[in-house]
């Protein structure tokens, strides 16, 4: 059989555009190396406490916000179960032994920076106004129905984040706070551009939430859809090659040595994955120069600890620490310099956690030497450093939570080689390819190729995350539905 669509990865953005387009009436199936479906949105269990892989909370679920609108084109309202975040602590963010309390909700948030910096309320003042200036630049965030073009290139992609705050305000403290939930997207002084800093922060604030059901809830919802509406999802599907004839995709084959046929075909692996599985002439030189020397997010180290009963109460905000005010760097001489940490929110939580995760950032190079190895076949040497690893972060995480060692069950962790076996990130980068405000144009890739027949989707496109990916899928299917007729889909017209 030809499929209408075959679309490779069952992550967020491969069941998102299946799960469209088969309600649209396409024949879709979709492939995916792994035993299980979801790609970063697999969650896992240990010791009877479910851990999610890449989704801890997401961001304006409101009725009516943008995530909300998105959701609904996906099928995912309604069939779900959200808890907001504290409305007046949704983040926590501590700066050597200072502690600030971030609310949800755009006045209650300057509030309550105000209240903290008293003589700095018009940087903050103009700090918001910016952040929703800039956001409301991008014609798939504002979603006004007389949107003419909503490709329309927004001119922040050219500015610096970490400048800007600097331009708004000279105190170090709210300069770091501004930064602080930058681990959401490996924010750096250099490099992040501020349309990032500005979507991700923006949104947050908007309203933040959790998933009862988690990540994989997410997926099986976005599955079931595709199967409800006659598409195929193969597991254990690895593409290991791609035929090119005159510019069209003909066949895909996968390691198992079956064959699969589309008429179009979507992927959501990263680029830099997928182009040497196609033939060499497939794609023009420059382009695929281009694409393979996209510079990658740095990747994660986490630790996911189960605890004892009764001893942790669950707490409804995410802990950002830092040792110091220096939060725009990911690549500290100490390790580690900073750590998100929250306690999972899952069917189980009572007024007391289950499980609690710490994570922070780790290169790749710390655990290249072990990059010919495969998941639970790495040697003894690198489970001794993942040990000692957990430790220090363990250490770090106890400045916070005195006693935590004592109440922990027992202790789970994933580098970024976990990451990259199990999800199939470059190099187990956690968000994909790095927008450097620089040189926005190098770093932005578009769905379209020369190939006729082959459109990309996912976090590698626009921005990462759950809203970052859900606008790459929108765009995505925009190419095969028609922008105009999908764009008023979207604002339910
Ligand atoms: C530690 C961590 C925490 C995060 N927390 C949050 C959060 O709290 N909130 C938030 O909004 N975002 C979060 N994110 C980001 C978010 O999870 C991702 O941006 C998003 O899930 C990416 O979706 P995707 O579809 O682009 O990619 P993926 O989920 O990576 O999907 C790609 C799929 O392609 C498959 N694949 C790869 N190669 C092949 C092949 N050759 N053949 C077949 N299939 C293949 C993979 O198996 C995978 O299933 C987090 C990320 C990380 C790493």
Redesign the pocket.
Known sequence: MVYDVVI???????LQCANLLSEEGRSVCV????DR?????QSFARDGVVFN???????SLGEGEVLDKYFKLFGLKGNITLKQLDLNQAELVTIGDKEFALPQGIENYKDALKKNFPTEAEGIDKYMDMLHKVCHSFPLYNLHSDTENFNTESPYVAQSASAFINSVTSNKDLQAVLGGINI?YAGQQDVTALYTHALINYSFIKSSWRVKEGGSGIANVLANGVKANGGIIKRN????KMLVDKGMITDIHLKSGELVRGTNVIS??HPK?LLP?MPEDALKKAYKKRILTQEDSIG?F?VYITLKKNRIKYQNYNHHYFRSNEVWTTDHGLWPQNCLMYTVYNHRTTDYANGLCI?TYMKFSEVSKWADTSIENRGDDYLAFKQEKAEQLISLAERKIPGLRSDIKACYTSSPLT?RDY???YNGS???VVKDYKNPLYSIITPQTRVKNLLF????LNM??????SI?SFLTCAHLLGDKYLYKKLLNE
Do not use: F, P
């Not at 492939?31 to 792994?34: E, P, V």
């Not at 892989?53 to 961001?59: C, I, Q």
């Not at 990462?464 to 990916?469: D, N, S, T, Y």
């Open positions: 490779i990865g069952s992550g967020l953005s491969g492939l995916d190396k792994n479906i979801g790609g970063m949105m892989t890449g989704l801890n909370y997401t961001e959401l599907a690895e593409v290991v959501s692996m994955s599985l994660m986490s994570i990451y999800t199939g990130s956690a968000y994909g989707t996912g976090q590698n990462h995350g759950i809203l970052g990916v790459s």
